[in-house]
């Protein structure tokens, strides 16, 4: 709304109360009654505004809060069924640390928020050990590239500002997509480079698998349909289970 308006707005709510009072007034000719209740409704003021601060408007920024982390959470799904697990699951399969680590993050049914926050504490310590390889590098540069488009929407989507942890996520896979769009040749890169993309594929790797876990304990709690199946195509295993129909 902008200020005319508001000013057209507000002068209109004005004038039609001084219409109704002089209505009132032509009526009843009673100017003392209503001195009375204009007094008395000027004096609870202060309560309304009270009430509509500390109850109602508490109420619709819940609604609106839980509205976009639905909206934030359903990002993150997306983000994950388009490319996210399978970047995921190529990285691993670079990590020849995975198995140590895989009894500590991959999910079970039994999990509650206190395994969650454990295995989130793990991934802090999370350090890799990435066989990096020409082919495997190729393979996450295509990916990554035909997912192009679908990062910059996921940058520019404003309900996601506030979920600081998904966009430095994004903004570490989009990053990686950047270095590797950048080289031609995987196959006589210099060690340099080879430290560099390294430390650009494990940091991206540690956000990855921080949002999983959080994306997995979300969909435990409110699509168990969904957790069912993440549950045993996890990316976090070497060799995830297939996908089969019950």
């Given at each position: 709304m902008n200020r005319k308006t508001l000013i057209i707005m507000s002068s209109a709510?004005?004038?039609?109360s001084v219409c109704m009072f002089a209505i009132h007034l032509l009526i009843f000719r009673d100017l003392h009654h209503i001195m009375i209740y204009t007094i008395h409704d000027i004096a609870f003021l202060p309560i309304e505004v009270l009430i509509v601060s500390l109850f109602f408007h508490r109420i619709i920024e819940s609604v609106q809060k839980k509205n976009m982390l639905e909206k934030m959470n359903m990002a993150?799904?997306?983000?994950?069924?388009?490319?996210?697990?399978?970047?995921?699951?190529?990285?691993?399969?670079?990590?020849?640390?995975?198995?140590?680590?895989?009894s500590e993050l991959i999910v079970a049914p039994q999990w509650k928020k206190k395994e969650y926050e454990t295995a989130l504490k793990r991934v802090e310590k999370l350090e890799g050990d990435l066989q990096i390889t020409p082919d495997t590098l190729?393979?996450?540069?295509?990916?990554?590239?035909?997912?192009?488009?679908?990062?910059?929407?996921?940058?520019?989507?404003?309900?996601?500002?506030?979920?600081?942890?998904?966009?430095?996520?994004?903004?570490?896979?989009?990053?990686?997509?950047?270095?590797l769009a950048a080289r031609d040749d995987f196959y006589f890169l210099p060690e340099s480079d080879l430290r560099h993309l390294d430390i650009d594929i494990m940091r991206a790797y540690k956000l990855l698998v921080k949002e999983w876990l959080r994306y997995m304990e979300n969909i435990q709690r409110n699509y168990p349909y969904l957790f069912s199946m993440a549950v045993r195509t996890n990316p976090l295993k070497k060799n995830p289970d297939p996908v089969f129909r019950q």
């Open positions: 709510l004005i004038a039609s993150v799904g997306l983000f994950f069924s388009e490319g996210g697990t399978e970047l995921l699951t190529l990285i691993v399969a670079m990590d020849q640390d995975a198995d140590e680590i895989s190729l393979e996450i540069r295509e990916l990554l590239n035909s997912r192009r488009e679908f990062l910059l929407s996921l940058l520019g989507n404003p309900n996601l500002i506030e979920h600081e942890t998904f966009t430095d996520m994004v903004l570490a896979v989009f990053h990686l997509s950047e270095e």
